[in-house]
């Protein structure tokens, strides 16, 4: 049995690494200065962080029309697949998962939607272990089942450098941030089943890695395997360095934060994520990476 596995822009996985591991993406749209965009499509990471900082207006972003899965769905069915697992967006976050889910029944095939609960390269991580895991041939209940029990698992620490960004998008206020920018504090927040919430505040810039580490050190004993990602929009070597050392990462994802989650956000962020893996699970992932 062959599936296909399809995911969206926002998991932040490059057009190489899409084109690799054989997964097909649909892109959300960008729109900025009176024009849309396809996040990751027409619009580079990189440039658009250049861009970002000097924009009057935030970019609005808006979620795949059900006709753009169609295509991808019906693209990969005509190729022989057997069957397609579809990894998307958390749904609180985007209409993504709802636009997937309209097209899933649109089409004649067998096809899943799983809203992978994350974002960035969250999403990125339960993309990864389904194409790996269908390129040894699961079908697509096992490798739908799989990613179901994973996502349950699945976190990750973000933490702004700007508060800017946040405030702009509505989902804090105005005075909170004036009075983190006075104070010139730093929140890191976790996403975890879908919601974003508080984990910590640090103040200032140089508090955030100790803070992530923190975290996850809280999250997931030292030393144990796990799948890890570093999203970011400036420099997270030293971060990805200590993560190296104090825990056993079998596999990683690094890469810059697209588009539709840096109008978010604002450059200049970090975004830690983890997968911890029992036993099973380990050497399930090592018999495909090596």
Request: net charge negative; aromatic share 4%.
């Amino acid at each position: 049995m062959t599936v296909a596995v399809v995911t969206d822009s926002t998991a932040d996985l490059s057009a190489d690494w899409l084109s690799r591991h054989g997964v097909s993406m649909v892109p959300l749209t960008v729109t900025f200065n009176g024009r849309s965009y396809q996040d990751r499509v027409e619009l580079d990471p990189l440039d658009f962080l250049g861009k970002l900082p000097d924009l009057s207006e935030p970019p609005k972003t808006s979620a795949p029309a059900p006709g753009a899965f169609v295509r991808v769905y019906t693209e990969c069915l005509n190729q022989g697949k057997d069957g397609i697992l579809s990894i998307h967006l958390a749904q609180g976050l985007s209409g993504t998962v709802r636009s997937a889910e309209v097209a899933a029944r649109m089409v004649d095939g067998p096809i899943r939607v799983i809203d992978g609960e994350s974002a960035s390269l969250g999403t990125g991580l339960l993309v990864w272990w389904a194409s790996c895991r269908a390129a040894l041939g699961l079908d697509l209940e096992t490798l739908a089942d799989e990613v179901q029990q994973l996502k349950e698992k699945l976190f990750a620490l973000t933490a702004p450098v700007t508060l800017e960004y946040l405030a702009r998008g509505g989902r804090i206020g105005q005075a909170a941030r004036l009075l983190g920018t006075l104070l010139d504090m730093k929140p890191v927040l976790v996403l975890e089943h879908g919601t974003f919430r508080p984990e910590r505040k640090v103040r200032g810039e140089r508090q955030i890695v100790p803070a992530l580490l923190a975290s996850l050190k809280s999250r997931i004993e030292p030393g144990r395997p796990i799948l890890a990602a570093m999203g970011h929009s400036g420099n997270t070597q030293a971060l990805k360095e200590a993560v190296a050392e104090g825990w056993r990462v079998v596999g990683w994802l690094d890469g810059v934060i697209g588009p539709v989650i840096s109008s978010h956000i604002g450059p200049g962020a970090y975004g830690l994520i983890a997968l911890p893996l029992n036993d099973v699970q380990c050497k399930d992932i090592e018999e495909v990476l090596g």
